[in-house]
Nanobody
């Protein structure tokens, strides 16, 4: 079994910054990619950013230039540095870990609230 635990959410004013962390543990053989998704009230879950093997990254257009995803392979950890936060970034942020055996595991989510 694989456990995924997020941390770092909270309340911040518009223009502020937060850093989310996500650590995967358990029976991990090989991680293909790790990513962050978010779900705002009344909306569908959406991709925020992913980092693949070889450090290739992809970002949602709405966060490009403001968010940075990074990965520590030795620690099976992924980070999301969020700068210049906007009220529309308010959501529950979920971490996802995709293994090379095509299985994926998700965290419980961490709330990010940006006040105007």
């Amino acid at each position: 079994q694989v456990q995924v635990v997020e941390s770092g959410g909270g309340l911040v004013q518009a223009g502020g910054s937060l850093r989310l962390s996500c650590a995967a543990s358990g029976r991990i053989f090989s991680i293909d990619y790790m990513g962050w998704y978010r779900q705002a009230p009344g909306k569908q879950r959406e991709l925020v950013a992913v980092v693949r093997s070889g450090e290739r990254t992809n970002y949602a257009d709405s966060v490009k230039g403001r968010f940075t995803i990074s990965r520590d392979n030795a620690k099976n950890t992924v980070y999301l540095q969020m700068n210049s936060l906007k009220p529309e970034d308010t959501a529950v942020y979920y971490c996802a870990v995709y293994l090379e055996n095509n299985k994926d595991y998700w965290g419980q989510g961490t709330q990010v609230t940006v006040s105007s």
